[in-house]
């Protein structure tokens, strides 16, 4: 083996996960000189990997004889019983941003790390960053829990890397000290695999060890608490005016009072909100924080500005679809928790919400007491109904809502169609749901374009049989 990354890890080592991980993962080792093994329970996806020049195993609960070194893929929970097997039998495990750091760390010129988590937000501001880099000249790409594996964008050659990490993958991270990292928010969210609040916050916050630039959000609890337990030059950002030392907004522009000359006496602006391009309150907090990223490296205010006009929002967040007969439509399948979701009802006045799906678990209350005054009307869908159903009866009781009947062939069809007879001229009807969609769909995406089309039925006048709503004892509207 030759090269940069020739016998960094050797022996035997496990992969768990024959995804889009554990491919990256194993196509890495077998050129370090490992010999590598990787297990799936699913047979056809594990023989995809014929060609990285792996053994492949199905279904292991427990690592071969003679393994070293066991890298999960961020899927695998730490009590699943192969990675505990491996625990209890001393095995080191780690994943693959793990080993992406101990690579890049052999390059003669190792790659910044940029690295961004949260709850909410992670990718439209790892999209934001990387344009912002771009603009201004970097070789720089987004990656890890959106589009390349790290792995695969260092092996690619980028010298700045605008790196989303979510909780599965920060769980197992140790080494890794990135140039700066933000914690965007927290929340409560994937409770069924880390087990607790503080668990999943202390996963987060492995984003900011050993990090040069902390960058908190000055309007969040956990992550200026996270932030408070590392050592990095403190930056805030939020949609305040910015003090010393912070990122922030006066009137419509977004300015920076942290990597200036004298802070206390200059700022310098970055752009105007006009120059974004993804709606709502939230994606200015997530341009703020993508512009603290990108100035603690340096990168000039005119390519931050460059970077936020050039961005584009990914679907299914927050995207605008028309109007029908005067009423928007607003498709932010993405909000897939209640925090999310809170984000995108509080960024309009008079809203007609269509919820539900899979909660895991996520409380409600807070949100709907939150949003109670846009609310114009509320459709629920999903397995997870009579939960919103309750809290608004608790907290909303005279705003009208509308719960699709079981069973209904072409569910967000009839949604679209209630959610329109509630609204007005002037309202959005937004597709928010606060929750999973797996219920119903097979992913938010898939939710996102069910919604889509029907609204764009709704435009051309198609109204199917049987899309019309149950009621759920609806009240008057305000």
Not at 67 to 88: C, K, N
Not at 119 to 144: F, H, P, S, Y
Not at 150 to 177: C, K, M, N, P, T
Request: aromatic letters at 4%; a negative charge.
């Amino acid at each position: 083996m030759t090269g940069p990354f020739a016998g960094l890890v050797t022996g035997n080592v496990l992969v768990a996960g024959a995804g889009v991980t554990g491919r990256s993962v194993a196509a890495a080792l077998v050129e370090m000189g490992a010999e590598v093994t990787v297990t799936d329970g699913n047979a056809e996806r594990l023989a995809e990997l014929a060609d990285t020049g792996a053994t492949l195993v199905p279904g292991l609960t427990e690592p071969p004889a003679g393994t070293s070194l066991v890298v999960t893929s961020p899927g695998w929970r730490p009590s699943s019983p192969l990675l505990a097997s491996a625990v209890a039998a001393g095995i080191d495990v780690i994943g693959e941003v793990e080993l992406a750091w101990l690579m890049s760390q052999r390059l003669p010129q190792p790659p910044t790390w940029l690295v961004v988590t949260g709850t909410n937000g992670k990718t439209t501001t790892v999209g934001m960053l990387a344009e912002i880099l771009r603009a201004d000249g970097r070789n720089a790409i987004a990656c890890g829990n959106v589009g390349l594996t790290v792995i695969d964008a260092i092996r690619a050659g980028h010298d700045v890397l605008a790196v989303e990490l979510s909780s599965f993958q920060l769980h197992w991270q140790r080494s890794l000290r990135a140039h700066a990292a933000v914690v965007l928010n927290l929340a409560e969210d994937h409770l069924d695999w880390h087990g607790s609040m503080e668990e999943y916050a202390k996963a987060k916050g492995r984003a900011y060890a050993g990090a040069g630039v902390v960058i908190r959000n000055v309007a969040d609890e956990w992550s200026g608490r996270l932030a408070a337990e590392h050592d990095g030059v403190q930056v805030g950002f939020g949609l305040g005016v910015p003090r010393p030392g912070e990122v922030g907004l006066v009137e419509d522009l977004l300015v920076d009072r942290a990597f200036v000359d004298d802070p206390s006496e200059h700022a310098e602006e970055l752009a105007e909100l006009a120059d974004l391009t993804a709606l709502g309150s939230h994606n200015v907090a997530n341009a703020l924080a993508a512009a603290a990223l990108a100035r603690s490296f340096g990168v000039s205010p005119e390519a931050v500005r460059a970077g936020l006009r050039a961005f584009r929002p990914g679907a299914h967040r927050a995207v605008p679809l028309g109007e029908v007969n005067g009423v928007s439509y607003v498709n932010d399948s993405k909000a897939t928790n209640p925090h999310a979701a809170a984000g995108s009802l509080l960024s309009f006045e008079s809203v007609v919400w269509i919820a539900g799906g899979l909660l895991k678990g996520a409380a409600v209350d807070p949100l709907v007491e939150a949003v109670t005054g846009r609310l114009r009307g509320v459709v629920l869908i999903g397995a997870d109904a009579e939960v919103f159903a309750a809290s608004l009866a608790r907290h909303a009781p005279d705003v009208p809502v509308r719960r699709l009947t079981p069973g209904d062939h072409e569910p967000m069809i009839a949604a679209v169609s209630a959610a329109g007879a509630m609204a007005r001229p002037g309202d959005v009807v937004l597709l928010a749901p606060a929750a999973a969609s797996m219920d119903m769909f097979r992913d938010y995406a898939h939710r996102g374009d069910a919604f889509a089309g029907a609204v764009a039925q709704a435009r051309d006048g198609v109204t199917p049989e049987g899309s019309a709503a149950g009621s759920d004892g609806a009240t008057g509207g305000r």
